[in-house]
């Protein structure tokens, strides 16, 4: 069971002896194999076939943003968003580090077509190098990167309601239950005035109905707040204009 789950491949001769006598029945001797275990490059699979599919990742050319609206967007970019989640939950494994850093860290894993798209100064060349986020809190923790934003994006525009949906499923392990029958799509009509509305004005109109709110009391909040990120994991202040 412990070589299946970490390394997703058959025990090797010693953990194989350890079981023949007895010695994983052991706390003691049982940590010391997980330790040794997690330090072999055959661990790398717990971050492939764990946690990417714990984070719903593994398929980083799933969702396929508008062509016209995302140009700079393609199946290099889609790899490049899963390697950089792929390298910190991997540096968050082997060095031990506080489980707490997948929500906050302030260092990511990118190489130059990364950097450049978080607006991040410095990073050169197509390798992949751990760099030090700016303290500006715009990244930071799996939340701020493009493979989470984008999985949790519709192909035309953010969702606050999908990512607040994929943090209470994948995050808080609190899942909302499915809409009732009938709930109508976000209505996306301008204002009075004629201006254009943002996803967020949007939200806020859908939850104003009584058998919304209830579900979207509780993820909005979550989404909303990462209105500042596009589809592809940009920053912005504005949205149409």
Known sequence: ????????????????????RGKLGDSASREMQVRRMLSDPRADALIDNFALQWLDLRNPEA????????????????????QETRLFLRSILRENRSILEILSSDYSFLNERL??????????????????????????????????????SHPAQTSPILRGKWIL????????PNPPAGVPALDTKPSADGRALTTREQIERHRSSPLCA??????DPYGVALEN????????????G
Request: proline share 7%; with cysteine; hydrophobic share 40%.
């Open 1 to 20: 069971r412990l070589s299946y789950f970490l390394w997703s491949t058959m025990p090797d001769e010693t953990l194989l002896q350890q079981a023949r």
């Open 63 to 82: 969702i396929r943003p508008d062509g016209t609206i995302y140009p700079e967007y393609d199946p290099n970019l889609a790899r490049a968003f899963q």
């Open 115 to 152: 950097a450049r798209l978080y607006a991040i100064e410095g990073v050169y060349g197509t390798a992949f190098r751990r760099v030090t986020l700016p303290a500006n809190g715009q990244r930071g923790g799996i939340i701020g990167h493009g493979s989470v934003l984008l999985a949790s």
């Open 169 to 176: 499923a994948n995050l808080l392990n609190a899942p909302p």
């Open 214 to 219: 209830r579900c979207h009391v509780k993820m």
């Open 229 to 240: 990120y596009d589809v592809i994991g940009r920053w912005r202040t504005e949205e149409n």
